[in-house]
Structures are given as C-alpha cells and as structure tokens.
C-alpha cells in the first residue's frame, strides 16, 4: 500500500514556476496519482492525474519518473490566487477492494 | 452544470447522539464517495457507493454508514457520536467509480460534537 510524504509547506512569489513533490516509495504497477487543491472552507478541487512520464493541462503539469516513486505538480507562474493546499492521492486499484491514500497537503503561499 | 451539494453546512451535536449527512452529486454522476478530514489525519476514506451499492470501505467503525438513493443521492449516518467525530465531513461525485474517474467534492459539512 502506497504511502504518500509531502512538504507541510512552500512558499513563493508571483510569477514564479512552483513546483511540488509528492514521494510514494510503494507505489504498485496499476496505481494512478492525482493532485488536488483545497482553498479554505472548501471542498478539495481536481488539478491533474497521471499514471506515468508527464501530463499537461490548463493549470498545470504532472512529472512523474520512470520508478514512479514520486510525482512533482508543476504550477507555472503562480498568481496570489494559487495560495491553497495542495494534496496528492494516490489510488492503489487492485480490485474492489483499493485504497486512497492522501497524503498530508503542501501549503503553498504566494507572496506578492 | 450544478456542483456537489452537501447539507447542512455546519452541524452540533452532543455526544451519544446519531447524525445524518446529505450529498446530492452532480447531475449524471453514479458514484458518491465520503471522507473524513481533520487536522491530524487529513483526508481519510470512508466509504463508495455506485449504483446504489457500497463499494468498498475504509478501516472506520461500524458506527459510520451510508446509503444511496436510485437518484445517486446520498445520505452518511453516524450513529453514538464520540468527541473525535469533530471533523470536516467531505463527500465527492464522480462519473464512474473513485478509481476510474476525478473526484468533484463538495463543500463539506462541518460537524462538532460536545
């Protein structure tokens, strides 16, 4: 069963490309990684999923190496609105009976 | 396209009494799944429900349950309220089940027990 380790917290300035990494040392063949944020008093929101090399959309990019032990959430040129938490999950799918395991959450604080 | 509606908002009970929590998932969605959250565990699963059945279960006790209505509504029961029950209670929709598609959450209900 996977489990998930981030940074308690980062911190940056607008504009700058953020970058934040989740490790999953036992990660298993058909798991997938997906990345999500949480504002306060808010439910967490989808950013990205990706199974394995890297996976691009709207709002942002997800890096993910060949052992796929760990998976890097790449946020280019934040803004102060990206100031949130930020959780990985990581879904170990082998049968009915998987497993979500969320990691703790990065919280990212964007200074101006 | 209307989002995961969870009501109440907030919620306070005392300890020894039961709950029930509602979910009403996005329209077309046949999967609702729960979760705990508090400052010391994080987001925890509780459990799925698709097409009415649940679908798999978290390592929470029997004093948490749920059901789901033909409409993919669904409602989360906790029966005999203990003090560590205080949390954020987050249900999220999705099109098919938690480990084929993104999870849409709601806004959570916030439940205190005293």
């Known amino acids: 069963l996977a489990k998930t380790t981030q940074p308690i917290s980062m911190d940056s300035y607008e504009g700058q490309e953020v970058n934040i990494t989740c490790s999953h040392n036992?990660?298993?063949?058909?798991?997938?990684i997906t990345w999500y944020q949480q504002f306060p008093s808010q439910g967490p929101r989808f950013i990205i999923q990706?199974?394995?090399t890297k996976v691009t959309n709207e709002v942002a990019s997800l890096f993910i190496p060949a052992d796929r032990k760990s998976s890097t959430l790449s946020l280019p040129r934040v803004s102060l609105s990206d100031t949130a938490v930020y959780y990985c999950?990581?879904?170990?799918?082998?049968?009915?009976?998987?497993?979500?395991?969320f990691g703790k959450g990065t919280l990212l604080t964007v200074n101006p | 396209k209307a989002g995961v509606t969870q009501t109440p908002r907030y919620l306070i009970k005392t300890r020894g009494q039961q709950v029930t929590l509602s979910c009403s998932p996005i329209?077309?969605?046949?999967?609702v799944s729960w979760y705990q959250q508090t400052p010391g565990q994080g987001l925890q699963f509780l459990f799925e429900?698709?097409?009415?059945?649940?679908?798999n279960k978290g390592n929470f006790p029997g004093r948490f349950s749920g059901r789901q209505f033909s409409n993919s509504r669904s409602e989360m029961n906790v029966s005999t309220l203990e003090l560590g029950d205080s949390a954020l209670y987050l249900c999220?929709?999705?099109?098919?089940?938690?480990?084929?598609?993104?999870?849409?959450f709601g806004n959570g209900t916030r439940l205190t027990v005293t």
């Open positions: 999220a929709s999705s099109l098919e089940q938690v480990m084929h598609s993104p999870l849409h």
């Open positions: 036992n990660i298993a063949t058909n798991d997938y």
């Open positions: 990706g199974y394995k």
């Open positions: 999950l990581v879904i170990n799918s082998g049968g009915s009976n998987y497993k979500l395991t």
């Open positions: 329209s077309g969605h046949r999967s």
């Open positions: 429900y698709f097409s009415e059945t649940q679908r």
